[in-house]
């Protein structure tokens, strides 16, 4: 196999979540990287155990390794026509306004593949 | 030496830069007046066959369609699909599940985009990584053939979610697979509600021209004569 992040596309995720994250370490005085805090939706089609499993790979010889990566799944978020509002929907197989049942397609939230925050650890 | 922890927001899309470039070509496509398809399924579910009597249909409606073919190897499909007479490009993308669009990109070079009508992106047979990839397209139509199972939009629903309209194909097996048409339309407007649903058939022609008659309609450009 030539390169192994290109058979799972969360491995490519991951390498450029660490590309994403070094570039702005770049910028800062120095620090270490404790955590990194990834935000993915319900519905991004990525699986954490793969991230997890492609983290290590990617951070390797870099000033991630070591570091952790944490993955938040976020729920599916839909705005209802009829409520006037966006309405939170548990899982993935729902696709109507959890209120008054209304179908949508109007998605807000539960595609993002995000990198959310860092755990920093100054060093003084 | 003390150390003191800290959490800085950051707010990034890991995807960004695909996204960015998809944003280019959606730019690009709308400007020379093209509707870009962006064609996903499994793989075996006739996205090729579906193409080539859609390439076909178009041209001798007058339509000038184009297409961008993509698999991990070989250039079979897009030679297939030349037959049609319509330009036929493969995206070999030697072993990554999905085309990006960067790839789409680095494939339009040397093509004038305002003489197609239309341009047909057959994504690599895949029903997880594509979903996340936009490729600038103006609509995705997500396939599912009779042989696959009423309930896979239910068992794939981020790609099915994505979709604008389906296509189901190979319609004159349902009866020998036994293909229950009411499962499969209510597991596609569960997933996917008020989605447009063809019930096709390439061999067959059945639901062909209410296919096209969708992508004509869906066309910013009219037809014109073909030599």
Redesign the interface.
């Known amino acids: 196999?030539?390169?192994a992040s290109?058979?799972?596309?969360e491995l490519?995720?991951v390498q450029?979540?660490v590309e994403?994250?070094l570039d702005?370490l770049r910028a800062q005085p120095p620090l270490?990287v404790?955590a990194v805090n990834?935000r993915v939706g319900a519905?991004?089609?990525?699986v954490e155990d793969a991230l997890q499993f492609g983290w290590e790979i990617a951070a390797k010889d870099t000033q991630l390794e070591g570091s952790t990566l944490v993955v938040h799944e976020v729920n599916i978020v839909l705005y209802c026509m009829q409520c006037q509002k966006p309405e939170e929907v548990e899982g993935?197989?729902?696709?109507?306004c959890p209120n008054c049942g209304t179908?949508?397609?109007d998605?807000r939230q539960g595609?993002?593949?995000?990198?959310?925050?860092?755990?920093?650890?100054?060093?003084? | 030496?003390?150390?003191?922890?800290?959490?800085?927001?950051?707010?990034?899309?890991?995807?960004?830069?695909n996204d960015e470039l998809a944003a280019g070509l959606r730019k690009r496509f709308f400007d020379s007046g093209l509707l870009a398809v962006n064609l996903v399924s499994s793989p075996g579910t006739g996205k090729t066959a579906l193409l080539e009597r859609t390439l076909r249909e178009l041209r001798e409606r007058g339509y000038r369609p184009a297409a961008l073919v993509g698999d991990l190897e070989t250039d079979n499909d897009a030679r297939r699909l030349a037959a049609s007479g319509a330009p036929v490009r493969q995206i070999n993308?030697?072993?990554?599940?999905?085309l990006e669009a960067e790839m789409v990109g680095k494939h339009l070079e040397g093509w004038t985009l305002s003489d197609f009508t239309h341009l047909f992106i057959e994504n690599v047979g895949n029903l997880?990584?594509p979903?996340?990839y936009d490729l600038g397209e103006e609509i995705r139509i997500a396939l599912l053939s009779v042989t696959e199972g009423e309930d896979k939009p239910?068992k794939y629903?981020?790609?099915y979610?994505?979709a604008d309209a389906m296509v189901i194909t190979k319609i004159d097996l349902a009866q020998a697979c036994e293909f229950d048409r009411t499962a499969a339309n209510a597991s596609i407007?569960?997933?996917?509600?008020?989605?447009p649903t063809f019930e096709t058939s390439v061999k067959t022609g059945e639901g062909i021209p209410a296919w096209i008659d969708f992508l004509v309609s869906r066309s910013g450009k009219s037809a014109s004569p073909t030599n």
Do not use: Y
């Open positions: 196999m030539e390169d290109k058979n799972v596309h490519s995720i450029s979540v994403t994250v702005w270490r404790k990834l519905l991004s089609a990525v993935t197989q729902f696709f109507r179908p949508s397609n998605l595609r993002e593949i995000e990198i959310e925050s860092l755990e920093i650890e100054d060093e003084a | 030496m003390s150390t003191t922890t800290r959490i800085v927001e950051l707010r990034k899309g890991v995807l960004k830069k993308t030697h072993g990554i599940c999905h997880v990584c979903s996340s239910l629903p981020s790609i979610n994505s407007q569960a997933i996917r509600p008020g989605a």
